[in-house]
């Protein structure tokens, strides 16, 4: 049985700054990775993607808006949950990749209720 490999991420034309959409090198479904950093500690809070509508928002909106691979369809962090996540300022990695989105975490970042998605998660290292 054939699987099909077809992006299934309809999203409307974007009014993101065609400026900024050029600088994007986005992956095979048009998104980019979002790293969630804690501005004022440099505390590492999770990774989530955005397309270009996802990251128009961010940065006109003050909330940071992810497109969930899952649903299929846009979340702004912390309208269910109250864990909310104001944007402070957005910056774009030296290849256009990767944005690093410094923001003010309200209450836990991950969805299993902890502050990042990386807590109680490490991987042993040997060297």
Known sequence: MATDTTPQTPRPDSALDPAVAATLKRDGDGLVAAVIQQHDT????????????????????????????????YWRKGDTSGHVQYVKSVALDCDGDALLVRVDQVGAACHTGTRTCFEGRSLPVTS
């Open 42 to 73: 440099g505390e590492v809070l999770m990774l989530g993607w955005m397309d270009d509508e996802a990251l128009h928002r961010t940065l006109t909106s003050g909330r940071v808006t992810f497109w969930s691979r899952s649903r299929q369809e």
